[in-house]
T-cell receptor
């Protein structure tokens, strides 16, 4: 297992288009998180899955954003009708159940909306 | 209120010297964990060190140590013997048991190591 994998690494899209990102977590991790990071800021929490259940959603996650984790393995994050303000790095992380374990991050998907 | 506050946007340190990066946190949860991550310019988030709220001793990992002062709600990262490769963004984060176990991050500190 090589860690958390995110695809694509970079995405340029026109305003108004839909985009979908994929995250493959570390296989034995049942928790999966999505974060958004803009330049010079810390990651902001978007949503969190335990297995296939989406347990938490940030108020940052507008109705244009949807995330899924079918079968509790990989996850997808879709942004509909993209806006320029959606331009950011989207980070995925996974961790085991125990609270005292760190989350392992993927390398992120950099989205640019033009 | 901010959950995690990092008051130093940028720090310089001379190579081979020690540096302390500040982090204060706000929680009413009794059970929580504090984490430090490093983010080089390449973008990946690298886990450095963890401190649990019930841990009585300060965490250490190689050149990294965490100065945990529970009453003051601070969890400062100390890097000893700085190296040029330590130049990066550093983020303090907290996980609270009663907040869905998600990680909440501070705004980060950019550390620059001078040769």
């Amino acid at each position: 297992d090589t860690g958390v994998s995110q695809n694509p690494r970079h995405k340029i899209t026109k305003r108004g288009q839909n985009v979908t990102f994929r995250c493959d977590p570390i296989s034995e991790h049942n928790r999966l998180y999505w974060y958004r990071q803009t330049l010079g800021q810390g990651p902001e929490f978007l949503t969190y899955f335990q297995n296939e259940a989406q347990l938490e959603k940030s108020r940052l996650l507008s109705d244009r954003f949807s995330a899924e984790r079918p079968k509790g393995s990989f996850s997808t994050l879709e942004i509909q009708r993209t806006e320029q303000g959606d331009s950011a790095m989207y980070l995925c992380a996974s961790s085991p159940q125990a609270m005292n374990t760190e989350a392992f991050f993927g390398q992120g998907t950099r989205l640019t909306v033009v | 209120a901010q959950k995690i506050t990092q008051t130093q946007p940028g720090m310089f340190v001379q190579e081979k010297e020690a540096v302390t990066l500040d982090c204060t946190y706000d929680t009413s949860d009794q059970s929580y964990g504090l984490f430090w991550y490093k983010q080089p310019s390449s973008g990946e988030m690298i886990f450095l060190i963890y401190q649990g709220s019930y841990d009585e001793q300060n965490a250490t990992e190689g050149r990294y140590s965490l100065n945990f002062q529970k009453a003051r709600k601070s969890a400062n990262l100390v890097i000893s013997a700085s190296q040029l490769g330590d130049s990066a963004m550093y983020f303090c984060a907290m996980r609270e048991r009663n907040a869905g176990n998600m990680l909440t991050f501070g705004g980060g500190t950019r550390l620059m190591v001078k040769p």
